[in-house]
């Protein structure tokens, strides 16, 4: 009878024991749930967030008012015209030939083929299947191939068939191996009262990163935060866009630019290949010389100071070593010399000036 007792007493103890550790192991399952959705959560929150920071790394940089505008016959334009859309974060349309241009018609070694004869005749103006509707744009990227070292010839029943009347248009190109100037040119010619800004050609191996900083330097979307950017990164590969230099009389003149679109323009000409400037003296206060081309111009009136390189009328660079108001562009100003330096390195009569990239 006791030996019974006793075994009755071990069975309760043995199931209170096993309840107990059945208690525990619940409560522990419970809370590592409990940790692993409040763990859930916070990747959620952090996908929240970092959601949110992509909406806004985008915020300012919807260009409502920008249009890409490309023709492309094999693909390489419309490429480029794709990154510039997504970069600039703007609409984009495609010129399409109303007649497709075959492989045969692009044989540009054949003198009989489309493209060459449609080149080499003046008044070609290939039809164009639907209107680009661009009135609702002020700034236009036009793209195109470059054919026997101009625009094709569709581009031009484009730029006739539109009004472009004030807005601004930056040509950019692909091409084997020839430069976008004569096609500026040609483009220029066509259309009297639009801001055109110096274009910009691509080769067929041209990288994104080549079109973002091509864009960012032209300074025409409204993105406050990649200018906070620009300005953090003060010191590293920012300091050469922010710069260029003027050798004049064997002496090298460090020139930081202004932030303006003037000056952007500037530095993207100088990455082309440096600039030689004829420039006389002017009223004992500046050198003044002829670009030889348009920059857009920033003007507004400013009374001059010793080292201050101007833009006049978008297409003279005037160094002052004296002071002189007017209406005119700030491009920048002289850093590593003073006033006397200057003078003295300038000297009294004409000098040639050589604008450089500071690579
Ligand atoms: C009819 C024709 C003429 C061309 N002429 C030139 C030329 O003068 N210089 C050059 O560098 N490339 C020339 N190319 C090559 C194209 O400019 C180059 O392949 C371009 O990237 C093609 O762009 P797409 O694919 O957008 O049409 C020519 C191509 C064609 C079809």
Do not use: H
């Not at 940089?61 to 015209?81: D, P, R």
């Not at 007017?326 to 003073?338: M, Q, R, S």
């Amino acid at each position: 009878m006791k030996k019974t007792k006793i075994i009755i007493g071990l069975v309760i103890i043995v199931l209170l024991i096993a309840l107990i550790v059945a208690g525990v192991i619940i409560i522990n399952t419970n809370k590592s749930k409990e940790v692993n959705e409040n763990n859930s959560l916070i990747t959620n929150n952090d996908e929240i967030k970092s959601s949110n920071e992509n909406i806004d790394n985008n915020k300012g940089k919807t260009s409502k008012n920008i249009a890409v505008v490309y023709f492309s016959a094999t693909g390489n334009t419309k490429e480029i015209a794709e990154y510039i859309k997504e970069e600039a974060n703007c609409d984009i349309y495609e010129i399409v030939p109303k007649q497709k241009y075959t492989s045969s018609d692009l044989n540009y070694g054949d003198n009989n083929t489309r493209a060459t004869k449609e080149q080499r005749d003046k008044n070609a103006r290939p039809e164009i299947k639907e209107k680009i509707d661009v009135s609702n744009y002020d700034t236009i990227f036009l793209g195109y191939p470059i054919w026997w070292g101009d625009v094709p010839k569709i581009i031009l029943t484009f730029i006739d068939n539109t009004d472009l009347d004030e807005k601004t248009i930056i040509p950019f190109c692909t091409s084997g191996s020839s430069g976008i100037s004569q096609s500026e040119n040609t483009l220029k010619q066509y259309k009297g009262s639009v801001n055109w800004l110096p274009g910009k050609r691509f080769s067929n191996s041209s990288r994104k990163d080549e079109i973002k900083n091509w864009i960012d330097s032209l300074n025409i979307i409204n993105n406050s935060q990649e200018n906070e950017e620009e300005k953090v990164d003060a010191g590293g590969e920012m300091n050469s866009m922010n710069e260029f230099i003027i050798e004049v009389n064997n002496k090298e003149l460090v020139v930081k630019v202004e932030d303006n679109s003037s000056s952007k323009a500037l530095i993207e000409k100088l990455k082309q290949g440096n600039i030689t400037i004829n420039a006389r003296d002017y009223s004992s206060f500046e050198k003044v010389g002829e670009l030889g081309f348009s920059l857009p111009t920033n003007d507004t009136q400013i009374t001059t100071k010793p080292g201050d390189v101007i833009l006049y009328q978008g297409n003279n660079i005037c160094l002052y070593y004296g002071t002189n108001s007017w209406n005119f562009t700030k491009l920048g100003e002289v850093t590593n010399v003073n006033q006397e330096e200057l003078k003295n390195i300038l000297g009294d009569g004409n000098v040639t000036m050589t604008l450089k990239s500071k690579e």
